[in-house]
């Protein structure tokens, strides 16, 4: 299965958002999510800064940021099978 990481912050509406619309298509397009607080590392927070939430496949390509591109993450779901 393959596992996406949502860069994002404990206090971020959007982030919020973000992880809750991913949590329910996960199960149906076939996906787990790692949710990663940006907050807590300083290389992140200073990578991320005011993007999050940022959705990224394994490999660090970014599929969407500030919120959930559903064709982006259809077209990064198609590739990786």
């Keep these: 299965m ?8 404990t206090y971020c509406s959007l982030c919020t958002v973000m992880r809750e619309q991913l949590a329910v ?6 996906f787990t999510i790692s949710w990663v607080d940006v907050d807590d590392d300083d290389a ?3 990578k991320y800064g ?3 939430p940022v959705l990224e ?3 660090g390509v970014e599929i ?4 959930l591109d559903l064709a ?3 077209e990064c779901l198609a590739k990786i099978r």
């Design 50 to 52: 005011e993007l999050v």
């Design 44 to 46: 992140l927070e200073q």
């Design 72 to 74: 982006a993450l259809d």
């Design 25 to 30: 298509l996960a199960p149906e397009k076939g």
């Design 2 to 9: 393959t596992t996406l990481t949502l860069y994002g912050r």
């Design 57 to 59: 496949r394994g490999d």
């Design 64 to 67: 969407c940021h500030y919120h």
